[in-house]
């Protein structure tokens, strides 16, 4: 009779427990609904029909972008980066000097935008072109909270890049390609340059419609979700887009793709490979990302987008991240080498600079170091401690030490303006981020800095957050201040006597 009464004890406490855990996630997901709908409010939002001429190496396109002004002061001016201007000239296209060759294999081509007109909803609108900045001029003064509505028409030439933005023999890149507003926030408006090291972007979240013409013989990977494919008569398909909160829109093109896919959580997956030889490679990747999604989703926090798409690209440099979509560099479809290694790093992305943003021209190693780290505890989770640790030895800790034995060690927390080089790049936000994040992990312990990333996660969701947030974090979790430790070792030379 005591057992049964126990059990029956037992059974009621888990069932409180079970309504408790129900009642919270509820809770929790209301207020992340709620944070969303605030965002949605007065972020911009961007209509853009684009026609895509292969052939010609171009596109055209009529953009439109609603902007709320949530600002405490009015504007007469708005600026947006065009990033494609940077690859007008070889003197100033974004790569190093010593990877032009690389970059542009078969010989320079000038890349641009070219704005044929600006107009608002009452008139055409003035505007001045400097470099990768555009400045427009509303007709009238924009005040807190005036809405405006901007119709921008612009064609882009496309160059023979294999970049972000460009093409090779098999893709079309179309990354950062368009008229963005810039961001504005307590240091005024950011109109940083393309650099030719890092990743230079600093965007706020903002909703996307976007109609891409194309012929019929090109397959078409974008942020978003597909929402039609409209066959024209004649030789063109329209493909519609339309995103959830993103931080910008690329897209892939290309008349080799072939697509396998798969189903994480509420999630569709795909992977674009080229036809052929590379389908192994393209389940090896759909398999990887598949893994990577389910497992950040469990220990940071559920992606909440409907879409995610890991596409073969003419990428030299490796891998890249975009909203919903990443770019793997084709030499990585054929041998194993860091193939996983680079998918799960650009899938942890999609957390870390995707939904928690951050400012990469200032502080590029909150996104980059929390994605190396993300990496790493997948290999941990996937492979074991003693395989992690290897990675970690091999891909993190190992080049730092040759770096730092051929070179003088600069701090990792420095705007991109101060890197000489990629090599100096890497072992700063890479490695040495890494380094401090690792050590971190063994002062306060896996488990309390999985919550202090939860917490950072949750805290900072569809906004650009700060060194000073992830410190925020880690003191609401740990009970103890880490602001000098943190500072210190962002500003050290030498962080492998830092963090030990």
């Not at 600093?202 to 891409?212: K, Q, R």
């Not at 560099?329 to 995707?354: I, K, L, M, P, R």
């Not at 051929?406 to 981020?433: N, Q």
Request: proline content about 4%.
């Amino acid at each position: 009779m005591k057992k049964r009464k126990f059990a029956i004890r037992l059974g009621f406490i888990l069932v409180i427990i079970g309504l408790s855990l129900l009642l919270f996630q509820k809770g929790h997901q209301k207020e992340i609904q709620k944070i969303t709908e605030e965002i949605m409010i007065n972020c911009p939002r961007y209509e853009m029909d684009v026609t895509f001429y292969p052939e010609e190496k171009r596109i055209a396109v009529i953009e439109k972008v609603a902007i709320t002004n949530d600002k405490a002061k009015a504007f007469q001016e708005l600026y947006f980066h065009l990033y494609p201007n940077a690859f007008k000239s070889l003197d100033e296209a974004p790569f190093p000097k010593e990877e032009i060759q690389q970059a542009y294999p078969d010989g320079f081509e000038p890349g641009y935008l070219y704005v044929k007109k600006i107009s608002d909803e009452s008139s055409k609108v003035n505007f001045e072109i400097e470099n990768t900045i555009l400045k427009v001029m509303p007709s009238k003064l924009l005040e807190p909270q005036d809405k405006l509505v901007l119709t921008i028409e612009f064609d882009v030439k496309i160059p023979p890049a294999l970049g972000r933005f460009g093409y090779g023999q098999n893709t079309f890149n179309l990354a950062n390609w368009y008229p963005i507003l810039a961001v504005y926030d307590e240091k005024g408006w950011h109109k940083d340059p393309y650099y030719c090291v890092g990743d230079p972007f600093y965007s706020e979240m903002g909703l996307y419609d976007v109609s891409i013409r194309a012929p019929k013989a090109y397959k078409i990977a974008a942020s978003g979700s597909l929402q039609e494919k409209i066959v024209e008569a004649g030789n063109n398909v329209i493909w519609n887009f339309k995103t959830e909160l993103v931080r910008d829109f690329a897209w892939i093109s290309s008349n080799k793709f072939a697509v396998e896919s798969a189903t994480v959580d509420n999630t569709q997956l795909m992977s674009y490979y080229f036809e052929g030889e590379n389908k192994k490679y393209g389940l090896k990747a759909l398999e990887y990302a598949k893994n990577a999604l389910g497992f950040f989703n469990e220990y940071f926090g559920k992606y909440p987008y409907s879409h995610y798409s890991v596409v073969a690209s003419d990428f030299y440099i490796g891998g890249m991240e975009f909203p919903n979509l990443v770019m793997i560099g084709n030499e990585f479809y054929g041998s194993s080498g860091f193939f996983e290694y680079v998918v799960v790093h650009e899938t942890a992305h999609q957390w870390w600079y995707g939904l928690v943003g951050n400012n990469q021209v200032e502080e590029a190693w909150l996104d980059e170091a929390l994605a190396e780290y993300s990496t790493l505890l997948y290999y941990d989770y996937f492979y074991g401690r003693k395989n992690g640790q290897k990675v970690y030895e091999q891909a993190i800790l190992n080049p730092y030490k040759l770096y730092e034995a051929a070179h003088t060690p600069g701090p990792i927390l420095r705007p991109l303006s101060e890197f000489v080089d990629w090599k100096d790049y890497s072992a700063a936000v890479y490695h040495k981020g890494t380094i401090m994040v690792k050590d971190l992990e063994g002062r306060i312990g896996k488990g309390k800095l999985q919550q202090a990333l939860r917490y950072y996660f949750e805290q900072n969701l569809y906004k650009n957050a700060t060194t000073a947030d992830f410190i925020k974090a880690l003191n609401h979790v740990t009970g103890v201040d880490w602001t000098d430790y943190i500072n210190d070792c962002l500003r050290s030379t030498d962080i492998l006597d830092k963090a030990s």
